[in-house]
């Protein structure tokens, strides 16, 4: 988890960028962005939320997945508001 949360928040310029908070639900915990772009090991309600494997988000991180292929293949489920879920593709680029 420690090595994802360090990835994440590498993009920490875009982060605040996202326009609401957003939760990634992984087997192995809870990793969530505030609205101000800090990166915790937590569960909090958000904005939008995630839940997937932590190989596919190492994978969306490093760009080696698109977002919108995750979604569609069932290797992402998000819920919330769509439009701080449309902007994990940028985050990531």
């Known amino acids: 988890m420690e090595r994802i949360i360090n990835k994440i928040a590498a993009h920490s310029d875009k982060l605040v960028q996202l326009g ?3 939760r990634f639900d992984l087997p192995e915990g809870s990793i969530h962005i505030c609205k ?3 990166v ?9 939320s995630f839940r997937t494997t932590e190989t596919v988000l190492a994978s969306l991180i490093d760009g080696i997945l698109d977002p919108m292929s995750a979604v569609i293949t069932g290797k992402i489920f998000f819920a919330g508001d769509v439009m ?3 902007k994990l593709k ?3 680029s």
């Open 20 to 22: 609401g908070s957003v």
């Open 36 to 38: 101000k772009g800090s």
């Open 40 to 48: 915790k090991e937590t569960y909090q309600t958000a904005d939008c």
């Open 84 to 86: 701080v879920a449309l």
């Open 90 to 92: 940028e985050l990531f």
